[in-house]
């Protein structure tokens, strides 16, 4: 990866706190784009956003941000970009226009509130009261806050860890949109892997404060989930008893009641998926389909077992 294409670059990072070590010899290159850091709660990856945005001054290594140290240039790097901490507070005897107006007042911006309410899907509450806000409508509040010193960069810690999955997805989408049409890079820090494959163009896996596995979206989920096969059938218990005795076949899974997983390598995906079919064959089994099977989750899951 060219560094002229990394909006962030960390090297070596270590913090503690007393015995705790939050972030280990941590080093990560983040492209243009939105970028999905990825990891269980207590990974590290909020301690890591504070150092980023300058929030934390005492740890080893180095880090810029847009170019920008996060030591010496701290307030510099925070008028480039905008941020939505994951326990965002909000006035709540405030309407939503008055409060992002009076935002765009202490950054000085020229931005158009009611353009950015817009952007974020809250141009027909701009007079509501931030009190009666839904919890999706309030993430929505604080994307629109961050963007509103029209930065070049969001930092978004755990942004859709308190919505429902209709809220969730929603959200992710606005993320989406928004980056393509105002070229915005955003960091998307999180924990919901099933999300994240949706909207990243590349991720990095953090495990015990270590990051543990890093690339495009594309990339990550060939290496440690492209060998698994889904397969639909109407008894996959009775499948399974023979395709684990495939050569090749290095794990399966029963999911459900009519889902069965395959870890599979030294085969071909196309010479299993023949040898599934013909054992379903002979055992009298309906396979109702077989499906290459890929995620982040698994993948996450590969990599911490390796």
């Known amino acids: 990866m060219s560094k002229q294409s990394c909006v962030i670059e960390i090297n070596q990072i270590s913090k503690r706190f007393g015995k705790v070590k939050a972030l280990d010899s941590f080093t990560l290159d983040i492209p243009k784009g939105i970028f999905g850091l990825i990891g269980p709660n207590g990974a590290g990856k909020t301690t ?3 150092i980023l945005v300058g929030l934390l001054q005492s740890y080893s290594g180095n880090a810029t ?23 965002p507070t909000y006035p709540g005897s405030l309407r939503v226009k008055q409060f992002l107006e009076l935002v765009s007042e202490f950054y000085e911006s020229s931005q158009d509130t009611d353009r950015i309410l817009t952007d974020v899907d809250l141009e027909t509450a701009s007079d509501r009261m931030i009190s009666n806000l839904s919890a999706g409508m309030k993430q929505r509040l604080g994307i629109a806050q961050a ?4 930065p070049k960069l ?4 755990e942004p859709t860890s308190n919505l429902d999955v209709i809220g969730r997805w929603d959200l992710l989408q606005m993320i989406a949109r928004i980056h393509q049409e105002s070229d915005i890079s955003v960091l998307i820090s999180s924990h919901i892997l099933s999300e994240l494959e949706k909207v990243c163009t590349h991720v990095g896996f953090v495990n015990n404060g270590v990051m543990v596995e890093t690339g495009s979206l594309a990339n990550v989920l060939q290496k440690y989930s492209g060998m698994h096969l889904q397969v639909s059938a109407q008894n996959p218990s009775h499948l399974n008893v023979f395709v684990q005795d495939i050569n090749g076949v290095i794990s399966t899974k ?3 009641t009519n889902l069965l997983t395959i870890l599979f390598d030294n085969i071909t995906e196309n010479e299993l998926r023949m040898k599934v079919r013909a054992i379903a064959d002979e055992q009298n089994v309906m396979v109702y389909s077989i499906e290459r099977l890929g995620s982040l989750e698994i993948a996450f899951r590969e990599v911490v077992k390796r």
């Open 147 to 150: 963007l509103i010193g029209n």
């Open 48 to 50: 890591l956003i504070r």
């Open 254 to 256: 029963i999911v459900g």
């Open 65 to 87: 941000v847009l170019g920008y140290d996060t030591r010496s240039e701290s307030v510099e790097l925070r008028s480039e970009i905008g941020i939505l901490h994951e326990y």
């Open 154 to 157: 969001l930092i978004l810690d």
